[in-house]
């Protein structure tokens, strides 16, 4: 089975903390994706890599950064917490030829 | 970019009963259109995918049907039971390997099977 794991459930952080959020893989699979998910806006992608040290800007970057130094992780950092980055934070991966994304239980982050 | 509306946002039906979800697209050059279920505390997970070669596919009790004329796809859930309560999301996506065949999701429904 495919497995996607991210370092944490739950965080609590402090407005102007840098926050970071680690997504593994264990599938060998090429792209990897950041969403961040709120009620009623459904998953919107944040960054998304399609090879090690390789990355791309989803539709809502700023204030996010991402690394992918290995093929097998992805992390997703917060350089200075704000409030309005409180969210549920998913991260996902696929293969190149497929369509199909594997996605992680997810990180709730709250920032206060 | 595309956009992809999903409606309703939230649904209860009687279990025995049929759900429909439906979603609009906006770039007609999408091609594939999945459906993702995510159970409490967990990950959204694939249940099934469509392409813009067939109008219809059906898996057990779920299908999906696609207008690309309308630019709109349907699931549709039949004989609903407890464990089918859970949120929903369509997707689209044009399909660039080469831009890690990104999707773009619909906001999402919370399906509620009453016993």
């Known amino acids: 089975d495919v497995k996607v794991t991210q370092s944490s459930r739950y965080l609590v952080k402090r407005t102007g903390e840098k926050v970071f959020l680690e997504c593994v893989q264990d599938m060998d699979h090429e792209n990897m994706f950041w969403y961040r998910q709120d009620p009623g806006l459904g998953l919107r992608l944040i960054y998304f890599s399609y090879d090690v040290k390789m990355k791309e800007k989803g539709d809502i970057p700023e204030g996010y950064s991402v690394s992918r130094e290995k093929k097998e992780r992805f992390s997703l950092i917060l350089e200075s917490a704000s409030t309005n980055q409180t969210s549920m934070y998913l991260c996902?991966?696929?293969?190149?030829?497929?369509?199909?994304?594997?996605f992680g239980p997810g990180t709730r982050l709250t920032v206060t | 970019g595309e956009n992809v509306e999903q409606h309703p946002s939230t649904l209860s039906v009687q279990e025995g009963d049929s759900a429909v979800i439906k979603c609009t697209y906006s770039d007609s050059a999408s091609n594939y259109f999945p459906w993702y279920k995510q159970e409490l505390g967990k990950g959204p997970q694939l249940i099934i995918d469509i392409r813009s070669n067939v109008g219809e596919k059906k898996d057990q009790r779920i299908a999906v049907t696609l207008n690309k004329t309308a630019k709109h796809f349907s699931l549709h859930i039949t004989e609903t039971q407890p464990e089918d309560s859970a949120v929903y999301f369509c997707?689209?996506?044009?399909?660039?390997?080469?831009?890690?065949?990104?999707?773009?999701f619909g906001g999402g429904t919370r399906v509620l099977v009453k016993p």
């Open positions: 997707a689209a996506s044009i399909g660039i390997k080469a831009a890690g065949n990104k999707l773009t």
């Open positions: 996902a991966s696929s293969l190149r030829d497929t369509q199909e994304q594997y």
